[in-house]
């Protein structure tokens, strides 16, 4: 597991943040957190040259004013941007967005699950680099 | 085979008959009425009857000399029968036509 | 040389008092005018004279018939028309005799009426055409006949199609007016149908923190809560895992009824074979032996029949007797209105003209009075607590409601505690919205 990661979170919701935070903690990896609440802010922040790049980003669909396939368009067409590893994080469990997603550029598409447990499992996963086992877990 | 079959007819007792009409006369009208109320009485099942509009076919001259209309003949069995008129009198007709009154 | 005998003469006499008599009957009968005609051979050739005027009766009927005639020169001029047309055109009949047929046929079907008159000429014609008259274009339907030889005329029968018309335009407008109705169902179904998509999906959502939220204070405070605290937390999460079951099973409910799910020829077995694949688990678990007979292809909505077989068989394993291993079979036949009577047909209220396949889901479990046989599909309904056995309450109204869309019955057949039947009726073929596969 890398060492100093840091991962942004881009969702409207205060409690999903706070939720994936908490969970993140439970890996004990020295993980910095960046949060945006909008596809706009996310999108401020990662344009930043000053700020250091995220090496993940979990990116929510729904929110207000640029959702969350704008901004992963947005991310794929930044040279800078498109290599990051981004996740799909949402409630929608629609598998026609999922294809449709990942064709943008996204590496996987999540579920948000009910169970924190399984959160803290998506993320040790993820850090591992070993995102195809995701599927098998049916997430 | 015709005639054969007419033959065995006879002797069950069957009658042909042929009443000559002329389309919707009042005569007419009443001749069929008169014959068919007397077929159904006293002749049921042993009677053939054909009636003919000598408007549509005056082509029966060739068969008689003259036909009246209306008028019943009787072709079988022999001797033939003409009755000319509405056949109003039953009475006539039927004692004409041999027809034995206690069925 | 022959000689003449007396019984020849007498015969001879017989015969000619025979004849004259009939001859004095035919001039008596001339003569109290029960004699109408006679056809009489005249230059080799038949014909008929007639003794007095025959024609009353014919003239009654065309006068008073509900139908127009007329009898027209061959250049159309009117000779004779009964009071019928002259009414129906609304012109006395001393003025519609007279004129020409042409005056009162509307300029739209003059040409038309010219062509068929032409045609009638050389035998006869029928057409649709438009009268003028009465303030108002009629529309008729027209026979012509040639009545040549014996009359230099054509003959027209005119029949009025007013009211046929009007019968035609207030079917045409029904028949829009369910069109447009149609339409606007379908719009409202479908915006329905969204309608329950977002509710529940936005039902969920709370529902997913609640359960996220009470698995984490769980966590958290795993030690330092007492047993009853954590008893506490527990039914809310139960009652959270309900909520998410009732609001899908709502969802699935109410979307039985789509417009454009699309009958397909189906088969049963297959369906069968990947809802117990779904229950392999449990099957294992319940020690429960399936025993599955073959079963048909029918025109149905696969996902339907699928939610459908899910629920039949994991009732028969989730009530299942304690200590008795659970034992399901599943067989069908076919029913004929030919072979199983009407009276079975009757009783049901099934279709004549089809023949159903009957699935018969045959189970040892705990069972249920027959009187309760109805009240079990109705939605919400439950003969046992919530604690004994899991459930929404909707399953079997589900079932209904998909055996109904799919024009078939359901019903079930129990003993209190000796295990249940049910019976599912479904029609081999669709009507409507049937495509094959």
Redesign the interface.
Known sequence: MKENIVILIVDDDEDDRKLFIESAKETNAGITFVTASDGQEALRLLKDEHIRLPDYIFLDLRMPRVGGRKCLEEIGKDKRLRDIPVFIYTTSTDVKDSRELKEMGAVHFISKPADPGDIYYILSVVLDEKWDQLNKKGV | MKNKSKLECISKGKIFLKL?I????????RAIQNITLLCDQYLTGRVDLEIID??KN?????EQ???????LIRQLPLPKK?F???LSDAKKVILGLGITLNE | MYTVTAEDMLSEIGDLKLRLS?AQ??ID?IKN?????????KDGK???F?LQS?D???RV?IEKFSEGALNLTLDGLIIYSNSYFSKLIGIPNEKVTGSYIFDFISGESRKKFQEHFVLALKGCSKTEITLSGNNRDIPVYVSLTNLQPQLATVGMIVTDLSEKKLYEQLFELHTETLRKKNVELEHLNKSLDQFASIASHDLQEPLRKIKTFTALLKMKANQTLSAESNELIDKIKRSSERMSLLINDVLNFSRVVHMEDMFVKTDLNQILNDTLKDFDLLILEKNAVVSIGILPVVDAIPLQINQLFYNLVGNALKFSKIGTPAALSISSRILSAEENGNEFYSKFNLDEQLSYSEICFKDNGIGFEQQFAEQIFSIFERLNSQEQYSGTGIGLALCRKIVQHHHGRIRAEGKDNDGAIFYVLLPLTQETNAASN
Not at chain 2, 22 to 29: A, C, L, Q, R
Not at chain 2, 65 to 71: C, E, T
Not at chain 3, 33 to 41: N, P, Q
């Open positions: 000559y002329t389309g919707m006369s009042e005569n007419s009208v000598i408007y005056p082509s029966v001259a060739e000399m003259i036909v009246f209309s209306p008028s003409t000319i008129g509405d | 009939e009957e035919a009968a005018g029960s004699v109408d005609a006679f056809a009489i051979r038949p014909e008929v007639t025959l009353y009766a014919y009927l």
